[in-house]
């Protein structure tokens, strides 16, 4: 039976990836992107001449593949495709330094709950802004700020709400029982050891031979250990895979609301700025209960804080210092070999997190710009994908239970099934799909459809194990700032990713061409995801905290 505070926290922090999740699926991966570069190309100017508004082809030549915009940008003139590219790839390294700046305040558990509401009401706020800006007035480029903002606002509260996931996973019922189970051998080993020297050898040789029949079964501690940890590394997956679902299910309400106005005003510049906006006021609203239920400190023991020390006296500024400080220290290579197999997931990390969120937004913008499609049906698709998202991360675990895979090889399977899509997406350049064909190579509107489901499902089901998976290998107390090196190491990929895409899109005048990068990016990773070894990582890891202690670093 579950407890009623321990039912408490877990709604409590379902709640706030119910709330955070919808904006990632409503806006940052759909409307956002399709939004900023509406936002471009409302103020900008068909190329080569750069004379003639891009605004006067609405409703003209929407079909026209060979229009292009540039919007001016200072002195620069920029492809409207890639404007919202830019602006993705500045956020994500603002995120990238406000999460290394908050990760040692997050671990202090007093503040960590209060760090989550700040930056969700940032990102809420900011999102919710998009509502009474018009693409038509001259602040427009303020647009840019706002996303900026939300996403870094949305970022750091997520370091904040993963940091709870370790302690949530260790408190679960089913690893309670595994970890009582676990002390309980350890004292019958304990007795077992007292009473073999209190008699004589002849006595404790006769015992032996008779496989100690006066001390009751036989025990096994080995066994019970791997029970425990096969307990904690299944209940961190599903919970983990439960907040994917909470999050992609509220996704998909808001997506079927967003539809009517989306579809009724023909996917113009304010229907897209009104999802933006609900999505910014849904966050704020469902983000009330993660206030009431989540805890103000976690259950972590004093004993395992790591090296978070107790003493009141530190300042936001000292601790921000001090957090890029032991940032540094973190990423010395006495540490790195220290810490090894964290280190080589985290370089895996660095190229599947970029692959996997760049594909998603250059399809949509390949969608939009290349295969011309509605908003409506972007946002079907957008739909779709979490829809398939919640199956993926449901059905996952099961699969993973009956064919006895480890969480690494359900990782692998995930990142071969994902690669396949972008390598379809090269097959477009074949003259085979440019004939009469008319299918194939992702060449149709039809395909982004069944790619939708097809990668939702894949998707889905890689970000509740990709998170599951780091948490075995994080040192115990420290979850919050190896969370944050989990975040920054996402995002400062996710930096280069878009760069590059938005490079290839401005250079080529063919966003396609992105899809040969994003299928190097994905393969080189497999390699590095394979070589990790999660038994020693996962010691290590107690290790590194047990060696800080002691001599008091």
């Known amino acids: 039976m579950m407890s009623a505070t321990y039912k408490q926290r877990l709604r409590g922090w379902l709640s706030y990836a119910f709330a955070s999740e919808a904006f990632v699926v409503v806006s940052l991966t759909l409307f956002l992107p399709i939004c900023l570069e509406q936002f471009a190309r409302d103020n900008g100017f068909l190329q080569p001449e750069k004379t003639q508004s891009c605004s006067s082809l609405s409703g003209i030549a929407p079909e026209n593949a060979d229009v292009r915009c540039a919007v001016k940008i200072g002195w620069l003139w920029i492809d409207t495709a890639s404007f919202s590219l830019y602006v993705y790839s ?23 709950k209060p760090l989550l509401l700040t930056f969700a009401a940032i990102g809420a706020f900011s999102a919710s802004l998009f509502l009474p800006l018009s693409s038509t007035s001259p602040l427009w480029m303020v647009s840019a700020l706002f996303a900026i903002l939300a996403n870094v606002g949305f970022g750091a509260s997520v370091v904040a709400m993963n940091a709870y996931l370790p302690s949530l996973a260790k408190d679960s019922p089913e690893v309670v029982r595994a970890y009582s189970e676990l002390t309980s051998s350890s004292e019958n080993r304990d007795g077992n050891a007292a009473l073999a020297t209190s008699v004589d050898l002849e006595l404790e040789s006769s015992s032996e031979e008779a496989s100690d029949p006066l001390l009751g079964h036989p025990v096994h501690p080995g066994t019970s250990q791997a029970t425990y940890t096969a307990a904690l590394s299944r209940a961190t997956s599903r919970i983990s895979s439960l907040g994917i679902a909470s999050g992609y299910g509220a996704g998909i309400i808001l997506l079927l609301v967003a539809l009517i106005p989306v579809t009724r005003l023909h996917g113009s510049t304010f229907s897209l ?40 006296d530190w300042t936001f500024g000292s601790e921000i210092a001090a957090a890029w400080k032991r940032l540094g220290v973190m990423l010395r290579w006495r540490e790195i070999k220290r810490l090894q197999n964290t280190f080589r997931y985290l370089a895996a990390w660095f190229l599947l997190s970029d692959g996997f969120t760049t594909i998603t937004s250059t399809a949509i913008l390949f969608g939009k710009t290349t295969l011309h499609m509605q908003a409506s049906s972007l946002v079907l698709i957008g739909a779709i994908t979490p829809f398939s998202g919640i199956i993926g991360s449901l059905v996952s675990p099961i699969l993973q239970r009956k064919f006895m895979w480890s969480n690494l090889h359900v990782l692998v399977l995930l990142v071969m099934m994902v690669s396949l899509i972008p390598a379809y997406g090269c097959l ?126």
Not at 91 to 106: C, F, K, P, Y
Not at 477 to 497: C, H, M, N, P, Q
Not at 521 to 532: E, G, I, K
Request: no cysteine.
């Open 273 to 312: 700025r009104l999802a933006i906006g609900l999505s910014g006021i849904w966050w704020a609203l469902f983000s009330i209960p993660a206030a009431l239920w989540l805890p103000n400190a976690s259950n972590i023991d004093e004993s395992e804080s790591g090296s978070i020390k107790s003493d009141d």
């Open 428 to 553: 477009g350049f074949l003259p085979i799909f440019k004939g009469t064909a008319r299918f194939g190579g992702l060449t149709t509107q039809g395909e982004m459809f069944g790619l939708a489901v097809y990668f939702g499902f894949a998707y889905g089901a890689f970000q509740s194990y990709a998170r599951a998976f780091y948490a075995e290998l994080l040192p115990p107390g420290e979850e919050a700032r190896w969370y944050g090196l989990f975040s920054i190491t996402d995002k400062s990929s996710s930096f280069v990713g878009p760069l590059i895409v938005g490079l290839i899109a401005d250079s080529t005048g063919n966003i396609r061409y992105a899809f040969f990068f994003l299928v190097f990016m994905v393969w080189a990773a497999v390699p590095v995801l394979l070589s990790v070894d999660v038994d020693k990582g996962r010691q290590d890891a107690k290790d590194y905290i047990s060696r800080r202690t002691l001599v008091g670093e």
């Open 90 to 112: 500045i956020s994500v390294a603002l995120q990238a330094i406000t999460v290394i700046s908050m990760g040692s305040i997050a671990d202090r558990s007093s503040y960590r």
